[in-house]
């Protein structure tokens, strides 16, 4: 009998309650010295690997831990912090760690009392197609890599010690050099990298450890020649340090990359079961017999159970075909999931029997194991059979399945006129300046409403004192913008704690859960709504607070909602129908919001898609059909809106030129989008591809409280000018404000204002 190896190519590391995220914080306060949030992250540690082995798991997986990202643990490890931080001898690793992480200010004062320029921190992008966010390497031409810390080698000996044998992970050396940025041919690194990797591969091995896992997502991308070329010399090199290496791939199918990922010169390859399920036979045929195969039969990436007996039909002939041992393992790291479900005491307990997080898919590997070894076992047949039960009540449940709402017709998605002619009725209707100011929607989110809208969560505030709470806001925010003298205004989106969870709380068929936290970057965690069953919307969600916005003000107050996509992109979602049902699902329901706002005479409705462009599949080749359905969607809610309604949306990602056709088939009447740290450079490709519809480029960084003056405000939107006609250009902010307080938020629009005001006097 072959064995059954189990494994996970990662795990959460932010602690079932949140304890990293705290300690984090209480060490950057300086509440707590750096001893103490070492000895946090080490209790979580052990705490993690002791639940991988009591799960049965035969390795714990050491390396994937990280204070705030595990790409920053590599950039130290290869000694390839960037020149540019000119970190002094006094810092310690931890602090430049972090100051990589954070930035550093110049007004900081090192406790050396020499100050250190500013500097900003490393470029933050999402890891893959995933809402992981990981520092980007700064590469320049001369940049030299060296093994520079022992944190890998420390903790495994941590592992070691407290008698869990041990699989270190690393990222691959093609992986990692993909992901930074800062040289044209990043391949020309390689062969300074790779004896880096040599060092760590022949002392992890020293060290006794039973198998290395270099992760190499990028064979589920489009790689150009040269990269995979690079592969073969590179594996080939790091082979010769004689650790057993487990080449881990993830998220994406291999494709043309298979027979490549097959032949490389390493002792195993993983691959994700889940989204590559179709290539397992053809892995299993291509993958020199001599080598481990391990599948991710367990989807790393979603919250449902996994349909066991769907994973057994798919493992028997791989079982069949190979001879050596076959590893079992979630499709990737946990990273992307919650910790456990046994915090959920609240959740309706149905939707939970349908649910697995990280320690729950644990258990699921583990029964995998035991069914292919002793399926006979009552137990077994026990675990089995309850796995079977919860997925059928799943299938079958009435309250997934509404007819109504699945058989829905689809509309004609187009707006009721071309753009011309529905920017003339606009006009004739709102009776705007030329460069209408207007804001993205949110209004600094102060602590008096977070306590209101907290105490009215916990109970202690009804729903009359909330709502005349939230009604002083929105006066506020209204009286506010009266003055500064804006163009359009919004309510300030006071009642709402997040723009996705707003709406799925008052849609059907989202769920929320108590603790289902999952790492965004660093020390923030998001938790995702689960969007479990066919989606609609019961009533009006926020037309009561747009009217009454618009009650107080002659000026034409923006409608704010969330768009599908983006909705979409931020919940777990079905795995039992394709994402595009799901996502006209929202569409229908938004769209309703929609004809409710323009039934209420709200004139300008809004609807955001920040998350539209993170939706693209990863391989090229998929990327036309999702655009397909992503546009769709936003069309089929806009379309209800009458010739004579504005509908604005607003993206903010520093990428467009790749998807402007797209953009531009979103066919809104106005887009903003941020623009303002790339000094309007944006804007280019928007001229260029002549963008038909008009436009607002943001004219001042949000992130930052830094007042921008309005002569520089005006400059920028020259510099928008010279590539936009005037006409279709509007002035706002790079997007919400619901992060800054009111004083710099009022001082900052009184001059974008102003710097309106300038340009209509020059043209
Ligand atoms: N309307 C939202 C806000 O202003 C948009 C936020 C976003 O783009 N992420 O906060
Ligand atoms: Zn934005």
Known sequence: MKKIVLHVPGFPRIGAARELKFALERYWHDDIAARDLHATAATLRARHWAALRAAGLDFVTVGDFALYDHVANHIQ??????????????????????????????????????????????????????????????????????????????????AQALGHPVKATLIGPLTFLWLGKGVDDKLALLDRLLPVYGAILARLKAMGVAWVQLDEPILGLDLPASWRGAFENAYWQLNQAGAPLLLATYFSPLEENLSLACRLPVAGLHVDGVRAAHELLNVADWLPAHKVLSVGMVDGRNIWRTDLDLALVRLAPLLDKRAGDLWLSTSCSLLHVPYSLKAETALDAELKSWLAFALEKLDELALLRAAIATPDEPAVQAALAASRMALASRRDSARVHNRAVAERPVPDDSRPAPFTQRRALQQARLNLPAFPTTTIGSFPQT?????????????????????????????????????????????????????VEYFGEQLDGFAFTAHGWVQSY???????PVIWGDVSRPAPMTVDWTVYAQSLTEQPVKGMLTGPVTILQWSFVRDDQPRRATATQIALAMRDEVADLERAGIAVIQIDEPALREGL??????????????????????????????????MC???????????????????????????????????????????????????????????????LLRKAQAVIPARQLWVNPDCGLKTRGWDETAAALRNMVAAAHLLRREA
């Not at 003055?483 to 989106?493: A, I, K, M, S, T």
């Not at 391989?619 to 809610?637: K, N």
């Not at 260029?688 to 943001?698: C, E, K, L, S």
Request: hydrophobic residues 40%; glycine residues 8%.
């Open 522 to 528: 660093g020390s923030r965690c998001v938790k995702p």
């Open 77 to 158: 490890l290869f000694g390839c912090e960037p020149a540019r931080f000119a970190f002094g001898a006094d810092e310690s690793a931890l602090q430049r760690y972090f100051i990589m992480a954070r930035g550093r200010s110049g007004r900081d004062e090192c406790s050396c009392g020499s100050a250190h320029a500013a500097s900003p921190a490393l470029e933050m992008t999402k890891w893959f197609d995933t809402n992981y966010h990981y520092l980007v390497p700064e590469f320049s031409d001369d940049t030299t890599f060296a093994l520079a810390g022992t944190r890998l080698f420390d903790e495994v000996a941590e």
């Open 617 to 650: 599949p990863l391989r090229q080749g998929r990327r036309a059909a999702y655009l397909d359905w992503a546009v769709a969607a936003f069309r089929i809610t806009a379309g209800v809106a009458g010739a004579a309604t504005q509908i604005h949306t607003h």
């Open 653 to 715: 990602y520093p990428e467009f030129n790749d998807i402007l056709p797209q953009i531009a088939a979103l066919d809104a009447d106005v887009i903003t989008i941020e623009t303002s740290r790339s000094a309007m450079a944006l804007l280019d490709g928007f001229g260029n591809f002549r963008y038909p519809n008009d436009i607002g480029p943001g004219v001042y960084d949000i992130h930052s409280p830094r007042v921008p003056d309005s002569r520089e405000i005006a400059a």
């Open 447 to 499: 602590s008096a409403i977070r306590t209101a809208r907290a105490a009215f969560r916990r109970g202690e505030l009804d729903v009359a004192a909330y709502e005349a709470a939230m009604r002083v806001e929105i006066a506020h925010a209204i009286g506010q913008q009266e003055r500064l003298g804006l163009d359009v205004l919004v309510h300030g989106e006071a009642e709402r704690n997040d723009m």
